[in-house]
């Protein structure tokens, strides 16, 4: 007898225990899982210019749980090829910039131009995805 109440005693402790949890609904698009946002492209107005010119960049991106996101524009350089050197025009937080090629540095005398990888980090505050364009430039 004294086995059967410890056994009611603990399926009661179970169902109170369960029925005063406060499970996640999975369903609340508050507890899935962040996405990183989506890149369809990055738009540029020429794949080559020369130095002093001016190039247009936009990203088309979204993001799958509707979270607004953030832009940061940047430039790296790529191996093997001349140095470019340039200024963006504007904010470098927006989904549209504008960059200008200032310099080509002839490290690799054997080509006459440089290139450039111009790059947009696009992000929902939680992750983040990287896209890019390379551009040649000439002096």
């Known amino acids: 007898m004294n086995r059967s109440i410890t056994y009611l005693y603990a399926f009661a402790v179970v169902i109170t225990l369960s029925l005063s949890c406060d499970f996640p609904d999975l369903s609340d698009p508050e507890t899935k899982e962040i996405q ?19 190039v247009n960049l936009s990203v088309n991106a979204s993001d799958p749980q509707g979270r607004p996101l953030n832009y940061i524009w940047y430039i790296d350089v790529i191996n093997g090829e001349n140095y470019v050197e340039g200024s963006f025009l504007g904010s470098r937080e927006s989904k549209q910039i504008s960059w200008q090629a200032n310099n080509v540095w002839n490290h690799y005398t054997s080509k006459s131009y440089g290139k450039v990888k111009i ?6 505050f939680e992750k983040s995805t990287h896209a890019y364009r390379i551009l040649t430039v000439y002096p």
Do not use: F, T
């Open 36 to 54: 990183p946002p989506s890149v369809s492209g990055v738009s540029i107005s020429s794949n080559s210019i020369k130095v002093g010119e001016i």
């Open 119 to 124: 790059c947009v980090d696009v992000s929902n």
